[in-house]
């Protein structure tokens, strides 16, 4: 491609000799005027020594005037040169400023030059791509009809194997529908916020058992003890202790008990507390080789009904896994919540219904 080459105007350099020339000149006439001034104070003196009679004669005529020195004119040719040397320096100095001026609007152009080039090497790359683009188009346009028989006749050839190779055997297993009572051992989970953590029950009734003989004091006054257990995993467990009233005390309505003789008493109602508001685990570490919750499920009797607590938010996780355990031979049960209630039970309660 052709291009106009553009042709610089050579720069103007500041010339130092002319400028020691002009600084000589001035130096030149400075001693000039020194010397017209050292004269001059020396012919002043002079006057002054003169005699009264020569001052007399001199006051008579008249009075000297500058274009009588005969240096006079040398002094006003210095001055004329001083000026003109003034005027060669302030004209040099505009020279200079105009140079600078041009090689800055040269600079300018040259730059705004450079983004062109830019500009047309990046248009020029992106018609390369799209006509790269355009090309494998076209051979792929250009396949002919053979080649794509070829290319039928493979995949049916794939398929026929793949309808000849036996599929693989998978056992399904169909749940009835009809739940019933539980009457065996339970183990309780609760499912919550996308989690499933181990609520170990069987360690608080164990505590609660070994404190029960401790609380006969307590029931000998009251009709009822309130206490806790102490924290397991990532809960604990708030229960209630109540004496049995007999025909005598039922029929005494709100009386204190009798604190004489034997009575009966036992464990009514239990809250589960959780102590932590991010517990248990996901569905991904629940099903993983290690889990909690793999430890807890394999070491458990077939016999075992799993009670999931489950609330609206973990419906989905609550199905993943009791479809894992159904495969691993156990029985489930599911006790969903709303929002915000506790894990609880009484006497009064139902029992679980598992699967």
């Known amino acids: 491609?052709?291009?106009?080459?553009?042709?610089q105007?050579?720069?103007i350099a500041f010339s130092f000799d002319s400028f020691l020339d002009v600084v000589t000149n001035v130096v030149g006439i400075i001693i000039r005027l020194i010397l017209v001034a050292w004269v001059g104070g020396r012919s002043y003196s002079a006057l002054m020594l003169r005699n009264e009679a020569l001052d007399a004669a001199v006051a008579q005529t008249a009075a000297p005037k500058a274009d009588d020195d005969p240096l006079s004119e040398q002094i006003r040719r210095?001055?004329?040169e001083l000026d003109a040397a003034r005027s060669r320096l302030q004209a040099q100095l505009q020279d200079l400023g105009l140079a600078e001026q041009r090689g800055l609007t040269v600079q300018a152009q040259l730059t705004a030059l450079a983004q062109e080039r830019d500009q047309l090497a990046k248009l020029q790359?992106?018609?390369a791509r799209t006509n790269g683009a355009k090309e494998k188009t076209m051979r792929l346009a250009v396949l002919s009809m053979d080649e794509l028989r070829r290319r039928q006749q493979a995949l049916l050839d794939?398929?026929?194997?793949?309808?000849a190779e036996p599929g693989p055997k998978k056992e399904l297993r169909h749940r009835t529908p009809v739940s019933r009572t539980v009457q065996a051992d339970e183990v309780f989970l609760e499912c919550r916020g996308g989690r499933v953590a181990f609520?170990?029950?069987?360690?608080?009734?164990?505590?609660i058992q070994s404190k029960l003989d401790d609380k006969v004091a307590e029931l000998r006054t009251s009709w009822k003890v309130d206490d806790a257990t102490r924290p397991v995993g990532a809960?604990?467990?708030?229960?209630v202790i109540e004496r049995e009233k007999d025909a005598a005390e039922s029929f005494g309505g709100g009386a204190k008990p009798r604190s004489e003789g034997g009575f009966r008493y036992g464990l009514t109602e239990w809250v589960v507390e959780p102590l932590t508001p991010l517990r248990g685990e996901t569905l991904e570490a629940a099903l993983a080789p290690s889990s909690d919750f793999r430890r807890l499920v394999e070491g458990l009797d077939a016999s075992t009904v799993i009670t999931f607590w489950v609330y609206p938010d973990s419906f989905a996780l609550f199905r993943q896994l009791r479809d894992y355990l159904y495969e691993c031979g156990l029985e489930v049960a599911g006790r969903p919540l709303p929002k915000g209630a506790p894990i609880a039970a009484s006497r009064h309660g139902t029992a679980s219904r598992g699967q």
């Open 1 to 7: 491609m052709y291009r106009r080459r553009l042709h």
């Open 9 to 11: 105007r050579e720069k």
């Open 78 to 80: 210095t001055l004329q």
């Open 125 to 127: 790359t992106d018609l």
């Open 158 to 163: 794939d398929m026929k194997k793949l309808e």
């Open 199 to 207: 609520i170990d029950l069987q360690a608080f009734l164990q505590e």
């Open 235 to 239: 809960f604990r467990l708030r229960y």
